[in-house]
């Protein structure tokens, strides 16, 4: 994990190797391994680079020492992020020198921000690939073979990738994620994101409807909308321009595939997200009653230097709004502690406004310089790393307090899961998620995974339900 404190749900997996299999078991020719870091949109980025590899005859494996072709995807959000991905180059030198025809690939955003630097700073690396040059894999791979290096991070203003069906990794069977969106024009002060993953661009609506359609017919009962920000999501026809798809449009008609399909929908930035898109979440039993609204700060000062472009009132009128039209949503954010010039009356602010938000989930992070933002050209990251943790550390507190009681409110109600497999710790008990996305678990009796079952919560830890089914839903 990265500075990440808390027991999350998928994105715990953010900067945690991630070594996938193919759902499918065709043999191939070549192997290539691939370890995923950074967001959910990079996860998915990788099941596209397998779709791409597969035309050109390669299988994933979780096989090191049988892959002739190891790919990074990387990220670059917090120096630690780089700094594993940097650890994990050093372990690969051993295995390149058992076998020097392997070809090492840094692929996404840490290959983006260094560039052809990244080639001299790490030796064993043959290719470099940003994240909207995976077409072009196959030629790049073609290049290393032959003994050069192959670079290619031009970034562009039209790949969505639109047309290239993901092959999932390591898939359940039951839960994917759809990519909505790619890049960021948001130039929030702190963040890389724009930089590395370039213009904002999203991707036509019918490949998506195609795509989650195809994904239900397969058998897969939810999908997550994902996009840096996607309340921002605009599609105009390229055939009749008076047809536009907006966010809310768009989760309508995902939501419409089936009543059986969950929408969920990743992330939302709290100066983007519109009354249409809470009407429309009220409106189908389908769309998950949960919103990940990160605020970063709680002070206004604070808010404006990061250019969140809100203030702290601003902020709760939206939390607000969304409790008044959706009184059951369950809500998630991001906090980053120790931010440029941030006083203890700044942190105070955070820390009252965590409490309003009552978050059941909250990713919190101490501020890390990235090179080359309007925060590091501009301001002096001139809070004392000692200084930055505690506040993390008292941000922290409060959420697991906060945390623990939205579990605790659930034991003796009933919610309707989605089961997603077996129990890790039990063969006997299945797990699944409730709308609002906290994991339960439940004995077995005769339920598989992807139906919808009744679950009366008895228990409850820190992260977990624990409870009986009622029966099928
Ligand atoms: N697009 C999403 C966030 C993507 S990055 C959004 O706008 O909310 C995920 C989170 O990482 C951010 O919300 C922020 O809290 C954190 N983050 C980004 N840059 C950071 C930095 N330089 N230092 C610490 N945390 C950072
Ligand atoms: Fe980064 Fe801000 Fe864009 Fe999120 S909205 S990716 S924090 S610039
Ligand atoms: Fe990291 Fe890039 Fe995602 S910097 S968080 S992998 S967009």
Request: glycine content about 6%.
């Amino acid at each position: 994990m990265l500075e990440q404190v808390t027991k999350v749900h998928d994105e715990s997996r953010q900067g945690e190797a991630y070594a996938p299999v193919a759902e499918e078991t065709q043999t191939y020719t070549k192997k290539f391994y691939i370890e995923s870091y950074g967001c959910q949109m990079n996860f998915n980025d990788s099941e596209i680079v397998a779709s791409i590899l597969k035309e050109e005859g390669f299988g994933p494996t979780r096989n090191l020492e049988e892959a002739s072709l190891v790919l990074l995807n990387t990220c670059s959000i917090r120096e630690k992020a780089e700094t594993t991905v940097r650890k994990r180059l050093t372990e690969f030198r051993k295995i390149k020198q058992r076998n020097p025809e392997l070809l090492v690939g840094v692929l996404g955003c840490m290959a983006e921000r260094l560039k052809a630097k990244l080639l001299e700073e790490e030796k064993l690396v043959d290719m470099v690939v940003g994240p909207d040059a995976y077409r072009t894999l196959p030629a790049l791979i073609e290049e290393a073979e032959t003994g050069q290096k192959a670079v290619n991070v031009q970034l562009s203003r039209e790949e969505t990738y639109g047309d290239i069906a993901p092959v999932r990794l390591d898939s359940n069977g039951v839960t994917a994620f759809v990519s909505i969106m790619r890049g960021c024009n948001n130039m929030c002060s702190f963040c890389v994101v724009p930089f590395t993953r370039g213009r904002e661009r999203s991707r036509d609506v019918v490949s998506i409807l195609n795509e989650a359609t195809d994904m239900f017919n397969r058998g897969y009962r939810e999908v997550t909308l994902l996009g840096q920000n996607v309340d921002s999501y605009y599609w105009v026809n390229p055939e009749d321009a008076s047809v536009i798809t907006t966010f809310a449009n768009l989760l309508e008609q995902v939501a419409l595939i089936s009543p059986l399909l969950r929408v969920r929908f990743s992330t939302s930035h709290p100066k983007d997200i519109t009354d249409d898109v809470l009407f429309t979440m009220a409106k189908y039993e389908n769309i998950c009653k949960y919103i990940h609204l990160p605020m970063q700060s709680g002070s206004t000062r604070i808010l404006q230097l990061m250019n969140r472009t809100y203030t702290r009132e601003w902020y709760m009128k939206k939390v607000d709004r969304i409790r008044e039209i959706l009184p059951d949503c369950a809500l998630s954010t991001d906090v980053i502690t120790g931010f440029c010039t941030e006083t203890e009356e700044d942190h105070q602010d955070t820390m009252s406004l965590m409490a309003y938000g009552r978050y059941d989930l909250a990713y919190m992070f101490f501020y890390s310089e990235r090179p080359g933002t309007l925060a590091a050209r501009r301001y002096q990251d001139d809070v004392p790393e000692e200084v930055k943790k505690r506040r993390l550390a008292e941000v922290v507190e409060l959420h697991r307090g906060q945390s623990l009681s939205s579990m605790q409110q659930d034991v003796g109600k009933t919610f309707k899961v989605l089961i997603e497999g077996t129990s890790k710790r039990s063969e006997d008990h299945l797990f699944g998620r409730t709308d609002h996305n906290k994991v339960v678990i439940f004995p077995k009796e005769d339920f598989r995974k992807g139906e919808y079952v009744w679950v009366k919560v008895e228990d409850c830890t820190a992260g977990t339900l624990l409870g009986t089914s009622t029966g099928r839903a």
